[in-house]
């Protein structure tokens, strides 16, 4: 298993996929895979989140090779609904950019969660049916830029106006995470996509 997780820390999507592969045919159990693998793989690289020690590309060529293995592991969208629930993850109207959004799809499901990305320049509308629809444990909205802070006040009312009160807003991004909960109605604002992964980790929330 260490050799797996030397390689996704590194971002060797080819060795990543090989090390699994080698424990596939050693009968090593698929889900262990992903628990002693994939999952200590990612929290080895959040302590390195630091100030001085913090590589945002570092981070998405791991997340890549995370991804890469998961697949082959569970080729086809196969692996069983992750216990820990459903996420739903979004870049909000008018912002088209979704590098962070899309690093903190890979850290989740490397957590465990099911990950809804509803994509880029994405309406409160479609989010919020999303979440309905999913039956989301949470909602993470990520943006680049200020102009998105009025929308992103917007999700809470319209998930309770929608019957969706329980469901926790997760916020961040460069734009958003200069500002308050408070100010951007949400429940928490995030620095990085390994701090929303351990508020689900810690926090109850709507939805399975």
């Known amino acids: 298993m260490d050799l797996l997780i030397d390689a996704l820390i590194e971002g060797d999507r080819t060795r990543a996929v090989s090390e699994a592969e080698r424990l596939i045919k050693a009968g090593v159990e698929r889900e262990r895979i992903v628990t002693e693998g994939l999952e200590v793989a990612m929290k080895r690289l959040e302590s390195k989140c630091t100030l001085e020690q913090f590589n945002l590309l570092e981070i998405m060529v791991a997340g ?8 082959h592991v569970y080729p086809g969208g196969s692996r069983p609904v992750p216990a820990k629930g459903t996420v739903v993850i ?12 899309n690093i903190l799809r890979m850290v989740l499901v490397a957590d465990g969660y099911r990950v809804v990305d509803c994509g880029r320049d994405c309406p409160v509308s479609l989010l919020v049916e999303t979440a309905r629809r999913e039956n989301a444990r949470a909602v993470c909205v990520s943006g680049l830029i200020t102009s998105l802070i009025p929308l992103v006040r917007l999700v809470k009312g319209s998930l309770r106006h929608a019957g969706l009160a329980g469901i926790p807003v997760i916020a961040g991004g460069a734009a958003l995470k200069m500002a308050s909960p408070e100010s951007l109605n949400v429940d928490i604002v995030c620095d990085s996509a390994f701090d929303a992964a351990n508020f689900l980790d810690n926090a109850g929330g709507a939805g399975t």
């Open 64 to 71: 890549r090779a995370v991804m890469e293995v998961m697949n």
């Open 90 to 101: 979004a870049t909000l109207e008018g912002d088209v950019h979704d590098l962070g959004k």
